[in-house]
Structure formats: C-alpha cells, structure tokens
Nanobody, 123 residues
C-alpha cells in the first residue's frame, strides 16, 4: 500500500519561507510524478506544484509561480516544496501524493490522502 508522509509545516510571518518534505513508501515507484496540493478551511483541495519522474519539468498554478519551487530526490522517494515570500492566503494544510503522471495527480493519485502538514502565515 502506497503511503505518503508530509512534514515541515509551521507558523511563519508573511514574507517568510518554509520547506516542506514528502516521503513516499510502499512502492516501487517507477516513473512516477509527485505533487503538492493544499486545502484551506472551507475550500476545496487545490493543486500547488508537480514534478515529473525525471525532475526536469515542473508545474505550478499562477498563484504560487515564482514563489514556490518543487524538487525531488528519486533515490529517497522524497519531494520537497520550498515556499518563499509566503502570504496569508497560503495558509492551508498541504498534502502530497504520487501518480503515474502529473496530470493524474489530482484524479488518480496512488496513495490515500494523508494528514498533511499545516502551514499558517500570519500577516
């Protein structure tokens, strides 16, 4: 059974930075994409970032582009999300997952959604 474990969240002031980590287990994870999502109170889960198996291509929505950077270490089955210039609207629980491709992440993730890691940005 595929599982993911997120960590690295916390409380930070606006303009600050955080680095989230996600470790996947229960593979094998051959040629899989990894991605981050977030869910704010009262809102649906939304896509934040994705990275392909090779790590050469990344995807971001306009809301985080230029501020967030996703990366991965294949041999550790780990993905990271470096978040800079954080804003109060980035406050949410952040989740990660794995899938056969980046387009499959929101609709066909391989792991059950975990507990996530909470990020709170104060103004």
């Amino acid at each position: 059974q595929v599982q993911v474990l997120e960590s690295g969240g916390g409380l930070v002031q606006a303009g600050g930075s955080l680095r989230l980590s996600c470790v996947a287990s229960g593979g094998p994870f051959t040629r899989y994409a990894m991605g981050w999502f977030r869910q704010a109170p009262g809102r649906e889960r939304e896509f934040v970032a994705a990275i392909t198996w090779t790590g050469t291509t990344t995807y971001y929505p306009d809301s985080v582009k230029g501020r967030f950077t996703i990366s991965r270490e294949q041999h550790k089955n780990t993905a990271y999300l470096q978040m800079n210039d954080l804003k109060p609207e980035d406050t949410a629980v952040y989740y990660c997952n794995v899938a056969n491709s980046h387009v499959a992440l929101p609709t066909a993730p391989q792991a059950s959604w975990g507990q996530g890691t909470r990020v709170t940005v104060s103004s």
